[in-house]
């Protein structure tokens, strides 16, 4: 079986034209609902796309075509299967011109030859689920080794049809979403369109598996066991235990049962219930695109730092709460979403940036025979960070570069918290990161442009100057090596095999400088037990 891995994403949607817009937007509170008249003086919060509408069709092939472009897919090759997946397929369209004539896969055949896509189109219409459904069938493709690529297009557009059939059935709130809230009232829809291309080239997100659950009891809402089994199954199938779940992202949309529901259910899953999040407020409720527009968003979000925050004080009854700040050391997700027809969809997702969690005890299953002495999470380091550690070293470090300088803080206050004041002589030291020096690398690359014979920022771009800012201000001197690998776990693990009883100082450090990434450095004192 190949590994599935997420190599681009987009998403237009009420936040914006893009993800870049997007977290922005969350990071200011989101934007605002609109009203939607679905008859005269009966109206309802809508979350729009701010785009003017020249035509339906324009419009969409516009929004698509915005989208794809975001995601790469269109610098790649065009043959593998596209799932279009919709609640409400054309029917704006239908709405405007009356013509019933073509089939429901006619949006996904437009679709297709605006991309001009060669391989295999799919439509997937599972009410809120689809996109969610989609995913899972692009990775069991990848998976299988039919395919190396897969694209996975959500469409829920405006139309006064999914407006006025659901305020008729009193699901919609007449003032706007409160997920999890104690006074919520109802969901408020929205409209998105939002790209995942999933590909058999690794990248930092793993789609690692999912599960889908139909339980037709309670057709217009969540059934509680079908939740349960829905998580164990998705679970079971991605490989990823429930214990190892660090983040949850919730259907929660403000419904005052569905919401509740999907409460009990999780504490029936989760002896600990991780931490939650919801991202309906923001986005509103993108039916058929919900799964691939909240994983595009949530995944940009935790890169960046940003976060959804609760948008109304929590109904205690729930015995749950959404966090109210960005949960650190998430790996693993479990996105959920639950629909019309008792649709219970589940996609995990690992995150291969972040370091696998090291427990604080020796002789657990996750790292047998280990004790973590101090753990140190600077995601994002304090806005004084600089002065901190100038004071702690009792000056201010010269000519190393903001990298090194991170790296430089983050090991001094792992071994502070760990109560040594340098490492043993035969402890070893690792630091790994993605990106690495990326100020002082684009810099150099800038100077050499521009003619200089001697790049100013060369050595502060290498990583074998940063080691050596560690060997100096910690007055050690012994085995540091900088090491990357395509899962932290790897690199854990060969580390481990390399260090002797006094054991090991392992850090991840990111210095954030281009957009879109966080500065971080997150280090460990691991001692053999």
């Given amino acids: 079986m190949n590994a599935v891995y ?5 998403l237009v949607s009420t936040l914006g034209p893009d993800l870049a817009s997007a977290v922005s937007a969350v990071r200011a509170g989101g934007v605002a609902p609109v009203r939607r008249e679905v008859a005269p003086g009966v109206a309802w919060p809508f979350q729009a796309i701010d785009d003017p509408d020249t035509g339906w069709w324009a419009r969409t092939q516009r929004l698509v075509m915005q ?3 975001e995601s790469g897919a ?15 397929v054309d029917i704006g369209a239908r709405e405007r ?9 006619h949006l996904a055949q437009r679709v297709a030859a605006w991309l001009a896509w060669s391989g295999h189109v799919f439509t997937v219409s599972t009410a809120c689920t689809s996109s969610s459904n989609a995913v899972l069938s692009a990775s069991a493709e990848i998976a299988a080794g039919r395919c190396t690529d897969a694209l996975v297009i959500g469409i829920e557009l405006e139309n006064r049809l999914t407006v006025a059939g659901f305020g008729a059935m009193q699901l919609l709130s007449p003032h706007g979403a409160k997920p999890l809230g104690r ?8 409209e998105a369109v939002a790209v995942l291309h999933l590909s058999s080239m690794p990248s930092r997100w793993r789609v690692a598996g999912g599960a889908n659950v139909v339980d037709g009891s309670d057709p217009a809402g969540a059934v509680p066991s079908s939740v349960v089994a829905m998580c164990h199954q998705a679970s079971a199938r991605s490989g990823v235990p429930l214990a190892a779940i660090d983040l949850v992202k919730l259907q929660a949309a403000g419904s005052v049962g569905n919401d509740a529901t999907e409460a009990a259910a999780l504490r029936d899953v989760f002896s600990d219930v991780p931490a939650l999040v919801s991202l309906k407020a923001m986005l509103g409720h993108t039916l058929g695109a919900s799964g691939a527009a909240e994983i595009a968003l949530l995944t940009a979000c935790l890169e960046d730092g940003a976060w959804p925050a609760p948008t109304s004080q929590v109904d205690p009854t729930l015995g749950v709460a959404l966090a109210d700040a960005r949960p650190s050391g998430v790996r693993h997700v479990l996105a959920t979403i639950l629909g019309f027809g008792g649709g219970h969809a589940a996609v995990v997702l690992e995150d291969r940036f972040v370091m696998p969690v090291i427990p604080a005890k020796a002789g657990t299953p996750d790292l047998p025979g280990w004790r973590c002495t101090a753990h140190i999470q600077l995601t994002p380091p304090p806005p004084d960070w600089r002065d901190t550690l100038a004071r702690r070293l009792g000056q201010r470090p010269r000519r190393l570069g903001p990298w090194a300088e991170l790296a430089l803080h983050g090991a001094r206050q792992c071994l502070d918290a760990a109560g040594e004041d340098t490492l043993p002589a035969d402890a070893i030291l690792r630091v790994a990161s993605w990106r690495g020096a990326d100020s002082a690398t684009a810099a150099a690359l800038d100077q050499c442009r521009t003619g200089q014979p001697m790049p100013f920022t060369f050595l502060q771009s290498q990583p074998s100057q940063m080691l050596a800012a560690l060997s100096q201000y910690l007055q050690w001197q012994g085995d540091a090596r900088f090491l990357i690998a395509n899962d932290p776990q790897h690199l854990l693990d060969l580390a481990r095999h390399d260090t002797g009883p006094a054991g090991l100082l392992i850090g991840w450090v990111e210095e954030g400088a281009v957009e879109g990434t966080t500065a971080r450095s997150e280090w460990w004192r691991l001692i053999p037990s």
Avoid: C
Wanted: proline share 5%; glycine share 18%; charged share 20%.
């Fill in 97 to 105: 011109d009356g013509n019933f004539v073509p089939g429901f896969h």
């Fill in 183 to 190: 006074d919520r009232d109802g969901l408020v829809l929205g």
């Fill in 67 to 69: 989208a794809v472009s």
């Fill in 74 to 88: 269109l610098a790649t090759d065009r043959s593998g299967p596209l799932f279009v997946a919709s609640s409400s």
């Fill in 6 to 10: 997420l190599a681009g994403r987009g």
